[in-house]
């Protein structure tokens, strides 16, 4: 009787021990899955922030539009020959809107992310079992239903991690996009400084 007893010891330490890994395994699957959620936020925000940088452009636009308008004016009114270089010129011929070409090239860094063309993880939730075998009440059984259990958990983990990879990538590419949109938002509003300086000293120059 005691070498059964000890046997059956055994076997519960066994179950036991199964059962804290499935526990620990688990707790993983759960931190990837918050992680992928600070993920999906993260891409949200960063497309907040490409409409954002689109409105600015389309106001730059704006603002160039009515330079240019208001150079014609000028130019008009400074001579003759002012006036007729309007007649020939086209109106906006000095800056062109750049609103959908910046729109384009941040669309463009949406487009081509893989983690939202990717398939949704199909695997068992965080507390239901996704496997639907029958398993037997003894030892083997329950050791087997925790095996099967670890081995989901962990395959779900392995896509969990290649989704996060492929998030990673698009926040990088649109971060990119982004940067590049900024610097030239930076260089458009410079010259725009300096075309409202030189249409004020030429308004100066006629009073």
Avoid: C, F
Avoid at 2 to 12: G, I, L, Y
Avoid at 66 to 88: C, D, K
Avoid at 118 to 138: F, L
């Amino acid at each position: 009787w005691d070498s059964v007893r000890r046997q059956e010891q055994k076997k519960q330490e066994v179950l036991v021990k199964a059962s804290q890994n499935s526990e620990r395994i688990r707790s993983m699957v759960r931190q990837v899955e918050e992680t992928k959620a600070i993920g999906v936020e993260t891409l949200s925000e960063l497309d907040r922030q490409s409409e954002q940088l689109k409105r600015v452009h389309g106001e730059v636009d704006k603002i160039e539009t009515n330079l240019n308008v208001a150079e014609r004016t000028i130019r008009g009114m400074e001579s003759v020959w002012g006036s007729i270089r309007n007649i020939w010129s086209k109106p906006g011929a000095q800056s062109k809107p750049q609103l959908a070409s910046e729109a384009q090239r941040l669309d463009r860094a949406v487009d081509q992310r893989k983690s939202t063309k990717q398939e949704p993880v199909k695997g068992r939730g965080i507390s239901e079992a996704k496997t639907t075998k029958s398993y037997s009440d003894d030892w083997m059984g329950k050791q087997r239903q925790l095996e099967d259990q670890q081995d989901e958990d962990l395959d779900h983990i392995s896509r969990a991690v290649k989704d996060l990879k492929a998030m990673s990538l698009d926040m990088g590419h649109t971060l990119d996009a982004q940067t590049s949109s900024i610097e030239r938002l930076a260089d458009r509003t410079d010259a725009v400084d300096a075309r409202l300086a030189k249409s004020n000293v030429r308004v100066k120059r006629m009073l």
